[in-house]
């Protein structure tokens, strides 16, 4: 089983939606990431979270919230999604006393029309 | 914004042929990552230069830290088919936030 998991792989939303994009690690890790890739631009960080009561914005938080339900489950949510937000999003894990290595689930295909 | 940047941005090679991609950053690192994205997947590591390194190598894997030039490059030996990838480079910027910063990328074609 993989150990960063996402769900969904894919959706398809309209514009004025709201949906959550869901992730969760098997690796016992306390480090938690939101990423958003786009052609041509690499990735971007959008949240990431150091404990389930740690949050922090990123780059680009705008429009975008996450909740840390517990140390292996972390949500990323689009309150009113736009077309802009359509993306490649990744969630990715890290535990700093063993590595400074990133693990990165599958990711989700998300077009907003 | 303080992503790094990557070149070329595409690549095509024949097997058994080298590849080498650069990365260039803006300020000083902790380290330096490189990870492999097959096409729509996630992001898979590869390896990591500490900034007192100059040179670390990993199987066909050489990576190469020049800190003076903010540079590093990646070179891949003998490559193969199943290498056809896109290979990026992430910066670490040390402190206690383990953030990286990603480069925009370059794409690499092995043709077999």
């Known amino acids: 089983d993989a150990d960063v998991t996402q769900t969904p792989r894919n959706r398809i939303t309209k514009t004025g939606k709201r949906i959550m994009l869901e992730c969760s690690q098997t690796k016992g890790h306390d480090r938690m990431y939101w990423y958003r890739q786009d052609p041509g631009l690499g990735l971007r960080l959008i949240y990431y979270s150091f404990d389930v009561k740690d949050i922090n914005k990123g780059e680009i938080s705008d429009g975008y919230s996450v909740s840390r339900q517990a140390q292996a489950k972390f949500s990323l949510s689009l309150e009113s999604a736009i077309p802009n937000q359509t993306a490649l999003y990744f969630c990715?894990?890290?535990?700093?006393?063993?590595?400074?290595?990133?693990?990165f689930g599958p990711g989700t295909r998300l077009l907003v029309l | 914004s303080q992503q790094g940047e990557e070149d070329p941005q595409a690549l095509s090679i024949q097997e058994g042929e080298n590849a080498t991609m650069n990365c260039s950053y803006k300020?000083?690192?902790?380290?330096l990552q490189w990870y492999r994205q097959n096409s729509g997947r996630g992001l898979v590591h590869l390896i990591l230069?500490?900034?007192?390194?100059r040179e670390k190598h990993s199987g066909r894997l050489r990576v190469t830290l020049d800190t003076s030039k903010k540079s590093s490059s990646l070179l891949i030996t003998a490559s193969r088919a199943a290498d056809t990838a896109s290979y990026f480079c992430a910066t670490d910027y040390g402190g206690a936030t383990n953030k990286l910063i990603f480069g925009t990328g370059t794409l690499l074609a092995v043709q077999p």
């Open positions: 230069i500490r900034s007192n390194e």
């Open positions: 990715a894990t890290s535990d700093l006393t063993t590595s400074e290595t990133q693990y």
């Open positions: 300020t000083s690192i902790n380290n």
